[in-house]
């Protein structure tokens, strides 16, 4: 009985382990909507106070108010202009803090549920599983189907699909060849790609002048080549992430693209743009603290886990654990057919506590059994020599009654 009240009891940091995400992506996102109000603002006060001192100094300089309400003007637009990218920016900012709000209030429910037998934890368990069914339809490229869920179930401020939508379309286009999209995207989040010492723009700059390159050979054209060489003079020589790189990317001026040379012809390879669409989304993820594996996938893989038993995927089926006397089926989750073979290469478990029957033995293949429940099996089976065993999860394999050991718990 206690050790139903134990089990039943609430654990909330272990419940949250799979929502590290939930907070640190919309704090992620308000960071860098800030440091982008933040640089707008100073660019633009900067080239405001430019334009007031040189209109000053030139109204000083004339009669004529012409030049000087023109240049009021310009520098009107250029304010309304700010403000308007700024009343985006603060909306997007609102958002954000909603986003936070709901979250936090959603995390502080758990909290105030103290066991799982409550049926304030169901309905907690249900929205997390929205949430988690959002967020892997949202990563594997069903956006309009996420967003549906998402608004059928209200859980339209516990979900990143924009950031899973925009991370599938700048893949998608590395997939296609293109590097513009993803190059505009570092341009974004160039400062805190340089914390990270990310490699991302340097490969995406090392794959156009391999581009470059490639249609060089293929014109012969003088203009073309040089076109190569500006590219990597600008963009990858300043470059101090790979230098050796570097200089094998020089060297393919004089390789073509049919050679079959290493490292070159890994370089002039189709499958790099594979490559470039796999970093760009780690690097996506890193830079939002997201997981690489969908959380829905770590919470399936963590019950089978739990659940799993070596009786599940014995060559015959367990009846005394498995089977359910009424009907003659398999009550056990990992024992059906649709969980069965997902779960066959799922680790067992650690078990903290178990329940072991009494007057446990334990056969020479390691499996421990209760020593009525063994007896009664072979009464059951039967078709064993005097003196012998066999095993109920492996019924093939027989053993020597003196090979069969007490267990001793301490």
Request: charged residues 25%; positive net charge; glycine residues 2%.
């Amino acid at each position: 009985m206690a050790a139903d009240i134990v089990a039943c009891q609430m654990v909330p940091d272990a419940h949250l382990l799979l929502d590290q995400p939930l907070l640190k992506v919309p704090y992620e996102v308000a960071r860098k909507n800030f440091k982008t109000s933040q640089r707008t603002i100073e660019h633009e006060q900067k080239a405001l106070l430019s334009s007031i001192k040189s209109t000053a100094t030139a109204a000083s300089k004339t009669s004529d108010p012409a030049p000087t309400l023109a240049s009021l003007d310009s520098m009107i637009a250029r304010a309304e202009a700010l403000k308007r990218k700024l009343e985006n920016l603060h909306a997007e900012e609102k958002a954000f803090h909603r986003q936070s709000k709901a979250r936090i209030e959603h995390l502080v429910d758990l909290h105030e549920i103290k066991n799982v037998a409550d049926v304030k934890y169901d309905e907690w368990a249900k929205v997390r599983l929205n949430r988690l069914l959002v967020d892997y339809l949202a990563r594997t490229g069903y956006g309009d189907s996420a967003r549906a869920l998402a608004k059928e179930n209200g859980v339209e401020d516990l979900v990143d699909i924009d950031e899973f939508m925009q991370c599938r379309q700048i893949r998608s286009s590395l997939e296609q060849g293109k590097t513009n999209e993803c190059l505009a995207w570092c341009a974004d989040n160039k400062q805190a790609l340089k914390k990270m010492n990310s490699i991302l723009e340097y490969q995406l700059r090392l794959q156009q002048y391999i581009e470059l390159v490639r249609t060089a050979h293929t014109s012969s054209t003088a203009s073309d080549y040089q076109k190569a060489t500006t590219h990597a003079q600008k963009h990858l020589a300043p470059s101090t992430s790979s230098p050796k790189t570097t200089i094998r990317a020089a060297n393919l001026l004089v390789y073509r693209s049919h050679t079959t040379i290493e490292p070159y012809k890994t370089l002039y390879a189709k499958h790099r743009w594979e490559y470039l669409a796999s970093l760009f989304v780690t690097t996506h993820h890193e830079l939002l603290s997201l997981p690489t594996r969908p959380a829905l996938a770590v919470a399936l893989s963590a019950g089978l886990s739990a659940l799993k038993t070596p009786a599940c995927h014995s060559s015959t089926l367990s009846s005394s654990s498995n089977a359910n006397t009424s009907s003659g089926t398999s009550v056990c989750p990992i024992c059906s057919t649709e969980l069965n073979e997902l779960a066959r290469s799922v680790p067992y478990a650690h078990h903290a506590q178990s329940n072991v029957e009494n007057d446990p033995v334990v056969l020479p293949n390691g499996r421990i059994y209760g020593r009525e429940r063994l007896m009664n099996f072979q009464t059951k089976v039967g078709g064993v020599g005097q003196g012998q065993i066999r095993d109920p999860t492996e019924p093939d394999r027989v053993f020597d009654v003196a090979q069969v050991r007490k267990v001793y718990i301490s």
